[in-house]
């Protein structure tokens, strides 16, 4: 199960570092491949320290996640999340259950 939405964002590194600039710095994010499984704590602290020198400021939920969702790459998240693959299946009706 994801552990936040936050997580999604790992999935598309290049748009988190459009988004954030040139002083992103994506060695700061957890490595773990299975984005979903990692904990909240790894993913808030990661995008923190990924963000914390950027002109817009470290990552904060209220501030940058709404403009985030609408800049990932969908199939890029869904590709790498299959809690994303799943709600998007839902959404579209292709519910395999």
């Known amino acids: 199960m994801v552990q936040l939405m936050e997580a999604w964002f790992l999935a598309d590194r290049p ?3 459009a988004y954030y600039g040139a002083t992103f710095n994506a060695g700061r994010l957890p490595g773990n491949p299975n984005i ?3 904990p909240k704590p790894d993913v808030e602290r ?3 320290n990924a963000t914390r020198r950027c002109s817009k400021g470290a990552y904060n939920k209220t501030t940058h996640a709404p403009r985030l969702l609408e800049l990932i790459n969908p199939p890029a998240v ?3 999340c299959p809690n994303f693959a799943r709600l998007i299946d839902f959404l579209r009706g292709q519910d395999p259950d």
């Open 15 to 17: 748009t988190l570092g």
């Open 36 to 38: 979903e499984d990692i």
């Open 46 to 48: 990661g995008l923190r």
């Open 78 to 80: 869904y590709n790498a």
